[in-house]
């Protein structure tokens, strides 16, 4: 599962089984074929071969399907589009009550999960076609937005993360949801939780809490593990494909990558960032890199690639606000929210 939650509560993610290297829609996108519509405009680097929201006012926040032939977007205007990224093309649009503050894209790939600015979750069925089903909708959480959503592994269950301080566990398996557990534990709002690949281990952080949470997944209440001290709070997590590490999005020390030995966190690597905050931070489908977003000033923004020992490899650059950038499950290409869409990034060869 590759998972992302930003500062401003943006979330990517893609989960399920990885596209095979040479199987990726996403390679057949040529931008100089492109609708004028979608097709980058002048100025944007080169790197950006498609832009999916240049109508669009604003996104908050977007999630690749795990076999990445749709990504869905969505943010203040309400509106939930997913991407068909073969062509690339419009599959369908929804519009929600609320502003729309995360999506997730549970294993099998048919439901679409989506936390919004009130506090619920809608669990949308047949998000693969252009007949979109509501098959269910709760109350999630109180006083504000669902920041953070994660799919259990089993498709069955998943874990939130609100402004009430809660994080709370649901299961999504029958018609109407079921709270599993609620946790009190953490002191501010929750801004970021992920399960391990296997979903026996979930992680949580908070706004203003210097650590991070380690829980016992096992059952279906979380039982509290390790926590882990950090130089300043964290904003974003999400675990590495193959389950032994995770990174953190954060400031001052914060952006690193630890790894998971003999069940506890260690080890820390940091990202190279000049000092700058990382606004979030995923890796890609096979584990061995890590992409995210630098914050740099008020008009500038870059999206980095790491390797996951925490060297930099690519440097992207954009006169524009980045608030979340993720890898497509193919480890080739990236999609970076800025002020001016949503951009599919190809990497270089």
């Excluded at 589009?81 to 369908?92: D, F, S």
């Excluded at 920041?147 to 874990?159: E, F, T, V």
């Excluded at 790491?306 to 440097?315: L, P």
């Amino acid at each position: 599962m590759i998972r992302f939650c930003g500062a401003v509560g943006l979330l990517v993610a893609a989960v399920g089984i990885s596209v095979a290297q040479d199987a990726s829609p996403l390679d057949k996108i040529d931008p100089a074929k492109l609708p004028p519509a979608i097709r980058p405009p002048k100025g944007t680097p080169p790197e950006a071969i498609v832009n999916l929201s240049q109508k669009v006012d604003r996104v908050d926040c977007f999630a690749f399907r795990g076999d990445g032939k749709f990504l869905a977007i969505s943010g203040p205007d309400q509106i939930i589009r997913v991407w068909a990224t073969e062509g690339p093309k419009l599959n369908w649009s929804f519009k929600q009550p609320d502003s729309v503050v995360c999506l997730a894209f549970p294993p099998e790939g048919k439901l679409l999960l989506a936390g919004d600015a009130s506090g619920n979750v809608r669990v949308f069925d047949k998000a693969d076609t252009k007949v979109l089903v509501v098959k269910a909708a709760f109350s999630a959480h109180k006083d504000g937005p669902v920041w953070a959503l994660a799919a259990h592994p089993d498709g069955k269950k998943i874990a939130t993360g609100g402004r009430d301080k809660l994080l709370k566990v649901w299961d999504i398996s029958k018609a109407k949801p079921a709270l599993l557990a609620s946790v009190p534990d953490h002191k501010d709002e929750v801004r970021g939780v992920a399960y391990s690949p296997d979903g026996t281990v979930l992680v949580s952080v908070s706004a203003e809490e210097k650590q991070f949470r380690v829980w016992d997944a096992t059952s279906d209440k979380p039982k509290a593990g390790e926590v882990v001290k950090l130089p300043a709070p964290a904003i974003g997590v999400n675990f590495s494909p193959d389950g032994k590490s995770i990174v953190l999005a954060g400031s001052r020390g914060t952006g690193a990558v630890w790894t998971l030995k003999d069940g506890k966190f260690d080890d820390p690597v940091d990202l190279e960032t000049d000092k700058r905050v990382i606004l979030g931070a995923n890796f890609s489908a096979d584990g061995s890199m890590i992409a995210g977003v630098l914050a740099h000033s008020r008009t500038e923004d870059r999206v980095a690639v790491w390797t996951r020992d925490g060297k930099k490899k690519h440097e992207f650059k954009y006169d524009a606000h980045v608030p979340a950038a993720g890898f497509a499950p193919d480890n080739r290409h990236l999609a970076a929210v800025t002020d001016a869409g949503v951009f599919v990034i190809r990497l270089p060869k």
